[in-house]
């Protein structure tokens, strides 16, 4: 089946009509994927920095979980110590554990 140079013509405007649509859609896609980066880059970034914080404030944690399990100790100490100098008070001899 042969076209005609009129039917030809037109095919051809079409087609070139569509590929240009095409490009203009690709460009636009290659315009929101370069946004995209940008923010994910943006975004990893942040995270990075909030990583880092948060790693600071695990440190700190563990040095606060080290100063209460001290802290805790000598409060058992003390505790002890209470308990022998009731027990001095009352006159009750003391057994040990």
Not at 33 to 54: F, S
Not at 60 to 86: I, Q
Request: proline residues 3%.
């Amino acid at each position: 089946m042969t076209m005609s140079p009129v039917e030809l013509e037109r095919r051809v405007r079409q087609l070139d009509n569509d590929v240009q649509s095409i490009y203009e859609l690709l460009n636009s896609i290659s315009s929101t994927q370069q946004r995209h980066t940008n923010r994910l880059g943006e975004l990893a970034v942040k995270a990075d920095g909030i990583e880092a914080r948060i790693d600071v404030l695990d440190a700190k944690v563990d040095g606060l979980d080290a100063k209460v399990g001290t802290v805790d100790a000598k409060v058992d100490g003390l505790d002890e110590k209470l308990d022998a100098v009731l027990e001095l008070l009352r006159g009750t001899p003391r057994t040990e554990p």
